[in-house]
């Protein structure tokens, strides 16, 4: 028996109970069932690493505005579809001075979580054109929204980014778009799971091309301002978060409140639709929605028939937290650096001990330091050193249930405590003792 900082025959126990055939292509909620189950056989804590869950306490001036307008009595009140005032004007100041971007507060729409603004968009986009029928994610990407096209029945192709970089990118793109098929193109900015942020060059790549075939570009920016490389936080002045939105206006946006204002469990976003979009029309909607405006469609067809609306008090907590940082009276980058930091400290301690970073650059540039990290190490797959590193009492993701054609992990930085980097560093020198290669 080899000797692993978790006893080996615990987790091989477990991993055994647990019915998994491939703990690889185990979900994330799988895997965090699993080292429960090993976490309390052993009574060792695991360093976790495969849920992206924010690890910093929510912005509390969301928390007072909530507060109040529970007090104020909105908790019986139906909430507006639209979203109320205060929350879709202070998104509109919040493009202004964090994109760069001019949108009307009406085509501001809270949903619950970016979650639901994915679902109510593939929903709405599923019936946009007769002929165009189907999704592209630019892959690796966020597991759900392809479950969400499975549980609706949407089409969806996806190609993994990691050979398109730069100039490649436009034929590997136009490949798809000129079968005629691709209603919108999905992606996330800086990306879920590998990190990687678009530049400016391919940003306006996609755009081009965008404009070019008519599709539309669904950008999640779930991870507002994190590619710290670039300081955005002073409202109005450049640099600005990277968007789509700078080169077409084709585009819908997702400005989730869970991990810039760590408020994920208010279940609280902001899709952003273009004017263009928001007032257009496509008689193809007809059929289903008895409009053919796409706004109305999302708003009084959609997000009505899935929730009727968001949370009203949660929107009172991100009108007032995004009031914060158009004032400038609160920095919310300074706070979420935190993880800038750990990830660089931790991606060291990898790397340290044999692990490499799997996707490492955008075009020239090193990647940034933040919420994830990729890593593989010689010799393994992904899903068999998510399954080793188990011994270790270390957990992530694979990234084979992400789209990435690349074998490793997603490494999540949220919820390590920087009390477990010694632990975390002791593991990861044992690894290597035992894989010496
Ligand atoms: C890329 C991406 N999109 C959307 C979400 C979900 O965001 P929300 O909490 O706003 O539903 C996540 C959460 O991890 C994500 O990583």
């Not at 679902?119 to 597991?143: R, S, W, Y």
């Not at 778009?177 to 942020?197: E, M, R």
């Not at 585009?251 to 952003?272: C, D, N, P, Q, T």
Request: hydrophobic share 40%; aromatic share 12%.
């Amino acid at each position: 028996m080899i000797d692993t900082p978790i006893p080996y025959d615990i987790v091989k126990e477990k991993i055994k109970e647990s019915g998994l055939p491939n703990i690889g292509k185990a979900s994330i909620r799988e895997v965090k069932r699993l080292i429960n189950e090993i976490e309390k056989a052993s009574g060792q804590k695991f360093v976790r690493m495969e849920m992206g869950i924010p690890g910093l306490p929510a912005v509390q001036v969301g928390v007072d505005a909530q507060i109040e307008a529970l007090k104020n009595g909105v908790a019986a009140i139906y909430p507006d579809i639209e979203g109320i005032p205060e929350l879709k004007s202070e998104m509109a100041r919040f493009c202004k001075n964090f994109l760069d971007i001019d949108v009307p507060a009406s085509s501001c729409v809270p949903t619950v979580g970016s979650m639901q603004a994915g679902f109510a968009v593939f929903m709405t986009f599923k019936h946009l054109h007769k002929e165009k029928d189907t999704t592209l994610f630019i892959d690796p990407g966020f597991p759900v929204q392809k479950q969400q096209h499975r549980i609706m029945g949407a089409k969806y192709e996806t190609f993994d980014v990691y050979e398109y970089r730069g100039e490649k990118l436009r034929d590997k793109l136009e490949s798809y778009l000129k079968k005629g098929n691709i209603h919108s193109i999905v992606y996330s900015n800086p990306n879920n799971p590998s990190w990687i942020c678009f530049t400016e060059n391919e940003l306006r790549i996609i755009a081009d091309l965008a404009n070019k075939y008519d599709v539309v570009v669904i950008e999640d920016l779930a991870y507002f301002g994190m590619d710290f490389r670039k300081n955005i936080s002073t409202p109005g002045q450049a640099p600005y978060q990277s968007t789509v939105a700078k080169y077409t206006d084709n585009y819908v946006l997702f400005i989730s409140s869970s991990k810039a204002f760590s408020y994920a469990g208010e279940r609280l976003a902001v899709m952003v639709i273009s004017d263009k979009l928001f007032k257009g029309h496509f008689p193809n909607l007809k059929e289903n929605f008895g409009t053919d405006s796409l706004g109305h469609a999302i708003v009084y067809g959609s997000v009505y028939a899935l929730t009727s609306g968001t949370a009203h008090s949660a929107q009172y907590a991100m009108a007032a937290i995004l009031k914060a940082c158009n004032d400038g009276t609160y920095n919310f980058i300074e706070v979420i650096k935190e993880y800038e930091r750990k990830a660089h400290e931790m991606k060291q301690m990898f790397t340290d001990n044999g692990f490499e970073v799997v996707y490492d650059k955008d075009e020239d540039n090193l990647l940034a330091d933040g919420f994830y990290f990729t890593i593989g190490y010689p010799g393994f797959t992904g899903d068999e050193l998510l399954e080793e590193l188990l011994y270790y009492g270390i957990s992530a993701i694979s990234l084979s249930i992400t789209g990435s054609q690349r074998q490793g992990l997603r490494a999540c930085v949220s919820l390590v405590n920087r009390n477990q980097f010694p632990d975390l560093k002791v593991r990861l020198e044992k690894f290597k003792e035992n894989h010496k290669h």
